[in-house]
């Protein structure tokens, strides 16, 4: 973590180096940026400043950790900077080429197409069924609790139902599981791709290999019946499937085929509930080891709320739940990590970027930089209150769902949804470390997901509203 504030470092003219590690250093860096790549950003920061220099062979890559050179490339810039990456294209081997991997008018027209889905009023429609599937979960635990659960599990197949019900009007309850687990083992195996070079190519049957293509055909089937299904139908339900099978192609003139809307189901599937899934999961984690914060936030669900389900029209008044969630999407935002490819040389707060380029963001660390942030370690709900006086910070030194015209399509969607499942299991539930739990440590996979002694998963111990009334 960052120790201490440090002061602005003098901007650097466009023929001077830019500060960074140095090839050899970095390739004897390259065991511990696999084994922890969130302490090494942050260090490279500490060590360098807010725009750092690697060089691979004839590949530049820089890492960029300051609001203005963030907005350059996500926003002033952005048509310079694409997702010619590692990242995106190992991504797109599960996801293809939907919104989250696509770039330039493929990207735009999707985009345009899907934005309909998530205006307000849709949303809004969509939150009584965020509700019923959460209280549904809730019932499902009466018979298990007081006890030990695993809450990353539950988030995980809780939102994916979600995503089927309120994007595609299908209900997954029977399937989480086993979507739940296809989903992870592709998207382990991506950052395994991704981190380890010298890996077999993905189509000779090692057991790693064997496990991901499974894992993919589970996927691949379980979206081609829903779109099979779907286009049988003579009356379809207004959802965004069926936008997507009315939809015409812009530069064809024909409607879209097959695999384009498999990738923007998968997509969304994968992304519509992960990201929010590993929100949560860090949200109980931290109001369990922080007990005052869990007590303020039921004492807010009480008086707003009462005893009925929180609903959407509560939102707006469940002023400390939303700044949980903020907080905690600062601390542990799901997509940690952000690259764009300059597509013609630049400059970034003065440092010369040549063409092809690699460009490094990671909301992880501007979100806990001390220049922008007052005790950037500590979860502390009330920064985000609307009457603060004693902080501010940049606009782009807060970005958990990206920013700029690529702004996650589904933030408002997230925000709603998880906010509604916090304020719905806080109603009803108290959350205890587990009395057993060893150290948690943070997996950076494709979402930042919580490990404990090499496994993922988070066990909390979890009590009935009236068994924690002491509380």
């Not at 770039?103 to 205006?119: C, K, N, T, V, Y």
């Not at 992304?271 to 007590?295: C, F, K, V």
């Not at 997509?335 to 013609?344: D, H, V």
Request: aromatic share 8%.
């Amino acid at each position: 973590m960052y120790n201490q504030a440090r002061t602005e470092p003098d901007k650097a003219l466009p023929d001077r180096p830019t500060p960074g590690p140095g090839s050899l250093k970095l390739l004897f860096s390259i065991p511990r940026i696999q084994r922890n790549p969130l302490m090494y950003l942050l260090d490279c920061t500490q060590q360098y400043g807010d725009v750092v220099h690697f060089k691979a062979g004839d590949q530049d890559a820089f890492f960029i950790n300051s609001p203005t050179a963030i907005k350059h490339v996500l926003q002033d810039n952005h048509r310079n900077y694409t997702k010619d990456t590692i990242q995106y294209h190992q991504l797109a081997t599960v996801a293809g080429r939907g919104l989250l991997t696509s770039d330039g008018e493929i990207w735009l027209s999707h985009r345009r197409l899907m934005q309909p889905a998530f205006h307000p009023r849709q949303i809004e429609a969509m939150a009584s069924t965020i509700s019923a599937a959460t209280q549904d979960m809730l019932a499902g635990w009466c018979d298990r609790l007081p006890g030990l659960m695993d809450i990353d599990a539950e988030m995980l197949r809780l939102t994916l139902r979600i995503a089927g019900l309120t994007l595609f009007s299908i209900d997954l309850n029977h399937e989480t599981s086993r979507l739940t687990r296809a989903i992870l083992t592709a998207l382990d195996h991506i950052v395994y791709r991704a981190s380890n070079f010298l890996a077999l190519p993905d189509h000779i049957p090692t057991p790693r290999n064997r496990r991901f293509q499974a894992a993919l055909r589970t996927l691949d089937q379980t979206v081609s019946q829903l779109i099979e299904t779907r286009r049988k139908m003579r009356d379809r339900p207004d959802d965004l499937l069926s936008a997507l099978l009315n939809a015409v192609d812009t530069e064809t003139g024909q409607q879209l085929d097959n695999r384009a809307i498999r990738d923007e189901v998968l997509t969304l599937l994968i992304a519509g509930h992960e990201t929010t899934a590993s929100a949560l999961t860090w949200a109980w984690h931290l109001l369990a080891t922080h007990p005052e914060a869990q007590e303020a936030l039921r004492r807010e669900i009480a008086q707003v709320v009462g005893s009925r389900a929180p609903q959407y029209a509560d939102l707006s008044q469940l002023i400390y739940c939303r700044q949980v969630l903020e907080e905690t999407l600062r601390l542990y935002p799901p997509a940690w990590l952000i690259t764009r490819r300059a597509a013609q040389a630049d400059q970034l707060d003065g440092h010369a970027v040549p063409a092809g380029a690699i460009v490094i963001i990671s909301p992880y660390t501007i979100q806990r930089h001390p220049a922008h942030w007052i005790e950037p370690d500590r979860f502390k709900p009330e920064r985000f209150s609307p009457n603060r006086t004693d902080q501010s910070w940049p606009r782009f030194a807060y970005i958990p769902f990206g920013a700029g015209p690529r702004i996650c399509i589904g933030q408002n969607f997230g925000i709603i949804e998880a906010m509604l499942i916090l304020a719905s299991v806080a109603q009803q539930y108290w959350f205890e470390p587990a009395p057993t739990q060893a150290a948690i440590s943070i997996a950076p996979l494709v979402t930042l997901r919580p490990n404990v002694k090499g496994r993922h998963g988070l066990q909390l111990r979890a009590l009935p509203r009236l068994a924690s009334s002491a509380h």
